[in-house]
C-alpha cells in the first residue's frame, strides 16, 4: 500500500475548532478593536502619552539650552580674560611706574 493510499484510508473531518467560529472571529475582532480604541486612554491616563509628547518638545529645548550654555560659557570666558589681560596691563603700569 502506497503513502498516499494510507491517508486516504481516513476520512477528514472539517476543522471545527473555535478559530475557525465566525462568533469567535467575531468575538476577537471586536475585542482587538476595542483594545485599539482603549490603549490610548490607558496611556494617558498613566501619563505615558503626555511623557512621550515631552520628550519629543523636551528634546529641542535641551538643544536649545546647551546652545544658550555654550553662549554663555564663551561670554563669560571672554570676560575673565579681558579682566584678566586689564590686570596685567595695571601691574605692569605699576611696575614701570616705580622703577
Not at 509628547?53 to 579681558?82: I, K
Not at 596691563?89 to 605699576?94: F, I, K
Request: proline residues 4%; charged residues 15%.
Amino acid at each position: 500500500m502506497s503513502v498516499t493510499g494510507i491517508f486516504s484510508a481516513v476520512p477528514s473531518r472539517p476543522n471545527t475548532g473555535a478559530a475557525t467560529d465566525p462568533r469567535f472571529l467575531a468575538m476577537a475582532h471586536n475585542a482587538t478593536v476595542l483594545l485599539l480604541l482603549l490603549a490610548p486612554t490607558l496611556l494617558g491616563g498613566c501619563g505615558l502619552g503626555e511623557t512621550a509628547a515631552t520628550a519629543a518638545a523636551g528634546g529641542a529645548s535641551r538643544a536649545q539650552e546647551a546652545a544658550q550654555a555654550r553662549r554663555v560659557l564663551n561670554s563669560v570666558q571672554q570676560q575673565m580674560d579681558l579682566g584678566a589681560q586689564q590686570a596685567e596691563d595695571r601691574l605692569r603700569a605699576a611696575e614701570a611706574a616705580r622703577q
